[in-house]
């Protein structure tokens, strides 16, 4: 090798760092919001309250309206009111290659709830992996470039000559570049393992969309019999082509409570109103770190438990836990907000590392900068700033569009899009320091303005004020971190101005 | 896995790092206006590593095994992050804040 391991390992830093920056900014963005998901889907319904209603009630509430509204389906799933979910979910297959349809119910009348409709915390966690694409392309562009990532963190490992010497430094005062330098490792370094754990585990998580040809070539055509074999769904039931009245829901939910301590997250009736009907009562995840639902199986017209799954094999334990490790369904509130931490610090790795390329890069006085600088500028301005500006515009539109509106929850989604693409527009039109102060700024300006649209908008008092404490400290270091970044360039530019004039003077 | 059990991990955490930062020249250098001796320096770094050991020990007894070393690596992560920031921004605070983080340790493991 004519060049030295650590050169050629900063060269790969850099490139890869660079090509997979702005995807997985918005993942970890996306996913670093997706801790508080409930809190946000709670925040974005502000209509509904806790219900107590009992779980076996709920199921049958469910069961009732998809007899009537999915008579013909291969299957119903019944999600149950919970604390942060106070609704009835019902999701039906019309068959296995329709896609899945769903409905919200009240949990007091089993109705079609009036609450309004919204993606609520649902869209940013799908945006997280799918990027609201075609979930099969979303997933391929997410799951390469985490690959990708992998790369970079490693060689940026490789890279960084001085981790322990610089461990706690940030020299704030020296010059842009290393400020961005010291940023961009402090960030890396000190949160290192959930970096290094959390792109692991979101590779893992898509292992089979990545690698289908395992389990493809082991099954041939039959991959549903994989997830039985692995402990993770009941065997299928095949239906018997004659219709038989199946058993009432609640005496079978209630006797699979019985037997599992945890509470009931989802009712699934396979071939309903068939002789061969089997119901599935699947519980939350017992606490531990891996991510596993126990499930009590019943034929539905017999009431005999025909399947009972709760320990994993092995290597299905294996997967679980590290899906468990990547979610932190377990962490409590303390945990979780170290966990949001660690992703924020991750975001402004990513972020930080974008911004030195192009600060790394800035061209001579006086010489205009280059294609490639321009795009990358535009590209860093439309994606840092321009995602949280499109993240609050979707939560401005959940509280300002009518109720009533026709198709809302898409509507919400637009103007997600809308807002960032607009940013990206200006970001590309105008791609210099001044405009990430003015942009940091507006995007400061609209997260600070979401707790007072809420409070006029709602009538939920203090219910919501952790989440609008959030929403100011999101403000607060948009707005921060645009100016911080904003004096950089003016300290650049003061100094080379001062410089031309000493040489105009001599 | 209770808030005190992570306010004991991110404490013990905050003075083990502490006591490892000022070991180090540079911001020694900064905070005490002067170069540790080498005997200062080797207590100090091997204070720090002690702080991080029993805060490992502290994560596993109040969190076991299967929380523990999350709990652990994550209080290390926000302790670290709040550590730089005061080297960075506030280095006079650096000393009372991990003096300060014992006796907060102590009515947390109290709780835990």
Known sequence: ?506 | MTPSSVLLNLALSFAGLSALCLAMDRHHRAIFHGSPSRKRARALRWTGWCGIAVSFAAAILTADWNFGPVQWLGSLTGAALVLVGLVSYRPGWVRPAAILALPLAAVAAFLA
């Not at chain 1, 509130?333 to 800035?362: E, H, N, Q, Y």
């Not at chain 1, 003061?494 to 040489?503: G, M």
């Open chain 1, 1 to 506: 090798m004519r060049r030295g391991f650590r050169q050629s390992m900063a060269w790969l830093h850099t490139w890869s760092g660079l090509v997979t920056g702005w995807v997985m900014f918005c993942v970890f963005v996306t996913g670093t919001a997706t801790y508080y998901r409930t809190d946000i889907s709670l925040w974005m319904r502000p209509e509904l309250r806790a219900a107590a209603v009992a779980p076996g009630v709920a199921a049958e509430r469910g069961a009732a309206y998809l007899k009537v509204h999915a008579p013909k389906a291969v299957s119903w799933f019944v999600s149950l009111p919970q604390e942060d979910r106070p609704l009835i979910g019902v999701y039906w297959l019309d068959s296995f290659e329709a896609p899945i349809r769903q409905a919200s119910l009240d949990a007091e009348t089993g109705q079609p709830t009036t609450a309004r409709a919204t993606q609520g915390g649902d869209f940013l966690y799908r945006f997280h992996y799918e990027l609201q694409m075609m979930p099969m392309l979303g997933r391929w562009i997410v799951g390469a470039s985490a690959l990708v990532l992998l790369v970079a963190l490693v060689s940026g490992i490789v890279t960084h000559r001085r981790i322990f010497a610089d461990f706690f430094t940030f020299r704030r005062d020296r010059s842009a570049q290393r400020g961005w330098l010291d940023a961009h490792n402090v960030t890396g370094v000190l949160a290192l393992p959930f970096h290094l754990m959390i792109t692991y585990t979101g590779i893992v998580t898509l292992a089979f969309t990545l690698m289908p040809w395992g389990i493809a070539s082991a099954y041939r055509g039959d991959e549903m019999r994989f997830y039985v074999e692995a402990g993770q769904t009941p065997a299928w039931r095949a239906a018997a082509g004659r219709p038989a009245e199946a058993l009432p829901l609640a005496p079978l939910v209630d006797r699979a409570r019985a037997e599992v301590s945890e509470p009931l997250e989802m009712v699934i009736v396979n071939n309903p109103g068939d002789a061969a009907s089997t119901v599935v009562a699947v519980f939350e995840e017992p606490k531990g770190l891996a991510h596993r639902h126990p499930q009590v199986a019943f034929e539905a017209v017999s009431g005999e438990v025909v399947a009972r799954l709760g320990t994993l094999k092995p290597a299905a334990h294996a997967f679980t836990s590290f899906l468990g490790l990547h979610e932190a369904h377990f962490a409590g509130p303390a945990l979780r907000g170290l966990f949001f931490l660690c992703g924020l610090m991750g975001s402004a790795t990513i972020a930080t590392g974008l911004v030195l390329w192009s600060v790394a890069r800035a061209p001579k006085p006086g010489l205009a900068p280059g294609f490639g600088l321009r795009l990358v500028r535009g590209l860093n301005l439309g994606t840092v700033l321009g995602l949280p500006i499109g993240i609050a515009a979707f939560f401005l539109a959940n509280r300002l569009l009518p109720v009533a509106l026709e198709a809302r929850a898409a509507w919400e989604g637009g103007a997600f899009f809308a807002a960032w693409g607009l940013a990206a527009l200006v970001g590309f039109a105008r791609p210099h320091g001044r405009t990430w102060r003015e942009m940091g700024t507006v995007a400061g300006l609209l997260f600070l303005s979401l707790p007072l649209v809420g409070a006029l908008t709602t009538d939920r008092g203090l219910d919501f004020v952790w989440f609008d404490l959030a929403m100011v400290a999101i403000a607060a270091g948009l707005g921060s971190g645009a100016w911080t970044l904003s004096r950089y360039e003016d300290v650049r530019r003061t100094r080379v101005a001062r410089t031309a004039q000493t040489l105009a003077r001599a």
